[in-house]
């Protein structure tokens, strides 16, 4: 035979034993785990027949379960240490098929345990034996070869057993069963060659795929050669298609080519330019009248500079201006002019929309002598002018160093202590102010720093929004409380007891379209579930927000509209959402007992919540005198410092537990008369 012929039957060989080797990993992967069962469930079976069946076979047969066990474990061991040396596991076929021999033994066996006259005992454990071969068909649909080493021994033994009895039914039984056999290994044959088929589709595809892989990689590469030639290419390189301006790469090298000849005496300026609040632009114009909006802008910008200056887009609505030979002074006289050109309406989509933009301005060498250094301060400049009001210009300087690198620095140890686990769930008890019951708490996020100091959140989340850690930080929290929260639920709570998540206004800034609650409350029970949402967090992507709550409130979990009357608060939310609750902010408990008119304003918001069926719950009860207030205005759930500060896992398990046991010694009836009073010196 020749070398070529050889070849080819090498190559024909090589998908058989790919096919062969999924098969059995299909195979192995769901019937040798199965397998290791066999002996916890046969000491089940032995135990619940043990006053009717004989002792010494039922030992008998708990031995051959024991052996096919063992044999069973081996051949998994062994299969699992060939895949990890990377192994196809055909080496351990010979001992998987002797292990799935033992264990259709041992089913088959369970017919000898019973006495052959006991007709009710052997149909009960023939209905076991016989019913293991359906779990066989769907354990063993990838390979014929071990169904085959599976029922040929259980029917065997078991049509052995019951002839065995020499009575008719359970010998007209066991003939049944061999035709039954013989039809479920025709129908098991169909059924794999379906699996077997699907496993030689695959390898095809991905011997297409990669031969298509291959193709592409050369196209690629004659592509680029192609594009090196081709100026036009070049030009695309550098400049962004939609306002003709540089793009990010050409900008950066205009700045880099500028910073190689500054001195002090010829300096560079380096404006950074950003268009405000063009989100709403956008959502207002759509993308079209977006696009068409920004290259106005761009021609506008363009325009304004001066000769031998360079204006480059860098990013969705951010531009800068590269100055050569501006100093400080001279640059902001620029910027100054594009503020006022830019800050003239731009016609889009038939419409006429307002224009402005904030400018931080920063000078190289001074400022930075790298334009990834010039780029970072003027950026920095950039939001402290957007912070001050927008429509401004700032200037990189000291003090905007400082922020920056307080603003790295605070980013920094933000980061690390969520790496180091040093952010830690705290729990906030929500209390039932008449009854004094344990009605829920609140997850909280707190830093524990090294020196033992507790920071509360307010502090860092302000942090965590600009670095964009909110989500991580949100997740990181839920991570720590879950194991608690699933154990007391486990243990057992008050009746109506739930957990209140508090989602931050960003952490929401995935589109709700994807559906950022689900990995949230992985493992949780949602009937043990609150979730706050806030206006800021909705309003957005109203319609999808809606619809994800709704959804969740129909698998148990309670939404609440928080922080309700601080700032501007949309009567409108609490028709549009799926709500159960609406939470006042503590800005309104604050001043409850200061002035009648916050009172009045308190009073109507609760009568509001209740007229359409909402409950009204407080945060930030500090005062016996604020509770008192609330109580007859009608809002009785209660959270603040009145009651207990936020607690670690460990205390509110305690507290929680001390609380349960109070209220079951003092009863219901009691709960009034016994809960604490407290002193409210601001109604005397």
């Not at 065997?156 to 065995?164: F, Y």
């Not at 802008?297 to 360079?310: H, K, N, V, Y």
């Not at 997850?443 to 307010?458: E, H, M, Y």
Request: charged share 20%.
């Amino acid at each position: 035979m020749s070398d070529a012929a050889g070849d080819d039957l090498l190559l024909a060989a090589a998908p058989l034993e790919r096919v062969s080797e999924q098969s059995l990993a299909l195979a192995a992967r769901l019937l040798l785990p199965n397998h290791m069962a066999v002996l916890p469930v046969l000491l089940v079976t032995g135990a619940a027949f043990n006053d009717r069946v004989s002792r010494e076979r039922l030992v008998d047969w708990f031995a051959i379960g024991l052996i096919a066990e063992i044999i069973s474990v081996i051949a998994w061991w062994r299969y699992r240490a060939e895949r990890r040396c990377g192994g196809s596991g055909l080496r351990t076929l010979l001992l998987i098929r002797l292990a799935t021999v033992c264990v259709g033994g041992a089913w088959g066996a369970a017919l000898f345990v019973p006495d052959s006259k006991d007709t009710e005992t052997m149909l009960l454990f023939a209905l076991f034996a016989y019913g293991a071969s359906a779990f066989a068909m769907l354990l063993t649909n990838a390979r014929t070869d071990l169904f085959i080493a599976f029922q040929v021994p259980l029917f065997t033994l078991g049509s052995v057993a019951l002839a065995l009895t020499h009575n008719v039914g359970l010998v007209s039984l066991g003939a049944l069963a061999i035709g039954y056999l013989v039809f479920a290994t025709v129908i098991h044959r169909v059924s794999n060659r379906s699996v077997i088929e699907a496993i030689e589709s695959t390898w095809r595809t991905r011997q297409l795929i990669d031969g298509l892989a291959a193709e592409h990689e050369l196209l690629q590469g004659a592509n680029e050669s192609f594009a090196e030639l081709n100026s036009q290419l070049t030009h695309q390189a550098t400049h962004d298609h939609l306002t003709a301006l540089y793009n990010r790469r050409g900008a950066l090298d205009a700045l880099d080519s500028a910073l190689a000849v500054a001195t002090t005496q010829t300096p560079v300026g380096l404006l950074y330019i950003d268009l405000d609040r063009f989100k709403h632009i956008n959502d207002t114009l759509g993308h079209r009248g977006g696009d068409q909006f920004i290259a106005v802008i761009a021609d506008r910008l363009a325009r304004s500079i001066d000769p031998g200056a360079t204006a480059g887009r860098i990013g969705g609505d951010e531009f800068i201006a590269v100055l050569p030979g501006c100093d400080v002074g001279a640059s902001l006289a620029v910027a100054s002019r594009i503020t006022s050109v830019l800050a003239q309406p731009v016609h889009a989509e038939g419409r006429e929309m307002p224009s402005s933009v904030s400018i931080g301005v920063a000078v190289g060498p001074s400022h930075g002598m790298g334009s990834s250094e010039l780029l970072r301060h003027a950026n920095a400049a950039l939001h402290r002018a957007k912070s001050g009001g927008r429509n401004r210009v700032d200037v990189f300087d000291g003090s905007v160093r400082t922020e920056l690198n307080q603003r790295v620095d605070s980013e920094q140890a933000l980061r690390r202590a969520l790496d180091g686990d040093d952010i830690v769930a705290y729990f906030q008890p929500e209390v039932d102010a008449t009854t004094g019951q344990v009605v829920g708490a609140e997850l909280l996020a707190r830093w524990i720093r090294r020196d033992g100091t507790v920071v509360n959140a307010n502090e860092f989340i302000g942090v965590a929004a600009q670095a964009g850690l909110l989500e991580r930080l949100t997740d990181h929290v839920m991570q720590q409380a879950r194991p608690l929260v699933r154990r007391l639920s486990m243990l057992g709570l008050p009746e109506g007891f739930r957990f209140r998540l508090n989602l931050a206004p960003r952490a929401t800034e995935r589109s709700w379209r994807e559906n950022p609650l689900d990995s949230l409350l992985q493992g949780i029970d949602p009937s043990l579930l609150t979730v706050d949402v806030t206006e800021s967090a909705v309003i957005d992507d109203l319609p999808a927000a809606a619809a994800i709550l709704a959804s969740l409130r129909v698998r148990g979990v309670r939404i609440c509209l928080d922080d309700f009357a601080r700032g501007v608060s949309s009567l409108s939310l609490l028709r549009k959402l799926p709500l159960d609750e609406v939470r006042i902010d503590r800005t309104s408990i604050d001043t409850i007992t200061a002035h009648p008119h916050d009172r009045a304003i308190v009073r109507s918001i609760i009568g509001l919540v209740r007229e359409i069926g909402l409950t009204a719950t407080a945060d930030g009860v500090e005062t016996g005198a604020q509770a008192d207030v609330l109580i007859a205005l009608g809002c009785i759930r209660h959270q603040g410092h009145l009651y207990s500060r936020a607690l670690p896992a460990s205390e509110f398990d305690s507290y929680l537990a001390r609380a349960m046991v109070q209220r079951y010694a003092t009863g219901p009836a009691d709960d009034a008369a016994d809960f604490a009073q407290w002193p409210t010196p601001d109604l005397e």
